[in-house]
């Protein structure tokens, strides 16, 4: 089945260990997004790929960097995770439509603790 | 600033019974909208959607209702089953070409069996 996936599942790192967190995808849809969600807040977006065209929220901490070295994969890097980093972080993928039939899909998420 | 806003954490309900999960939103931007599941240790998945030409969507026990003046949609789930026990959350996007998607807080349904 097409997917998108992510790995690893569970990532501990230590406090301004670098980490990269990386996705895949089967769908070969355009657009990649990498989503932060801590407990009992919305996913909140980081930075998305319209295929190589990088498109980064404002207000995404300069700690966070994203490769998106082919259509099929996309890497979210650290440089120096703080314990606030610790968060399920989400990828997904759309087609990158602007039809009304567009939506995401995610694959199961990184859960990162910092230690 | 939040754009969308679920206003209630958690709701319980009766099996057989109808669940209703509201959205309010911010931006009159927005155009198209959402719903998303999530069980735990699992990624989002879609569940419906509808655009801002409509008022209403429906596909099999769920509908989503849309009130443009008053920015709120609301998923309804009938009859809600114990399997629909999730986190809903709402998004919402533009269809200008951002391809950008907020989301909201998510709502905890628990359906008792």
């Known amino acids: 089945d097409a997917m998108v996936i992510q790995n690893p599942r569970y990532q501990v790192t230590q406090f301004g260990k670098p980490v990269t967190l990386s996705c895949s995808q089967t769908?070969?849809?355009?657009?990649m997004y990498w989503y932060q969600q801590k407990s009992s807040q919305a996913p909140k977006l980081l930075f998305h790929?319209?295929?190589?065209?990088?498109?980064n929220e404002a207000d995404t901490p300069d700690n966070f960097q994203s490769r998106r070295p082919n259509t099929s994969f996309c890497f979210l890097d650290i440089r120096s995770p703080g314990l606030g980093d610790a968060a399920m972080y989400l990828c997904?993928?759309?087609?990158?439509?602007?039809?009304?039939?567009?939506?995401?899909?995610f694959g199961s998420g990184t859960q990162l603790s910092v230690l | 600033d939040q754009q969308v806003k679920q206003n209630s954490p958690s709701l319980s309900v009766q099996e057989g019974r109808i669940s209703i999960l509201n959205c309010d939103y911010t931006?009159?931007?927005?155009?198209?909208f959402l719903w998303y599941k999530k069980y735990p240790a699992e990624g989002p998945t879609f569940l419906i959607s509808?655009?801002?030409?409509?008022d209403k969507n429906e596909d099999g026990r769920f509908t989503v209702f849309l009130n443009k003046s008053a920015k709120h949609l609301s998923l309804h789930i009938v009859p809600s089953q114990p399997g629909d026990s999730a986190v809903y959350f709402c998004?919402?996007?533009?269809?200008?070409?951002?391809?950008?998607?907020?989301f909201g807080t998510g709502t905890r349904l628990k359906v008792l069996a």
């Open positions: 997904a993928t759309s087609r990158g439509g602007t039809g009304m039939n567009e939506k995401l899909f």
């Open positions: 769908l070969n849809h355009n657009v």
């Open positions: 790929y319209y295929d190589k065209d990088f498109n």
């Open positions: 931006n009159s931007m927005f155009d198209y």
């Open positions: 509808i655009s801002s030409i409509k």
């Open positions: 998004a919402a996007s533009t269809t200008s070409g951002t391809y950008k998607y907020i």
